[in-house]
């Protein structure tokens, strides 16, 4: 059970990682797209 508990937390982390990264990717593609329409540039 110990062993369990230990492996499901170490997993956790990269889970929480990837999904922090997915919202910061979606943000990003969202302000490039509409730059892009408008005709600017995003820097």
Known sequence: METLMLTIYVLMWPALVLGVFAVLLRGFMTD????RRRGRRII
Not at 32 to 35: D, F, H, R, S, V
Request: avoid cysteine.
């Open 32 to 35: 490039w797209n509409e730059a």
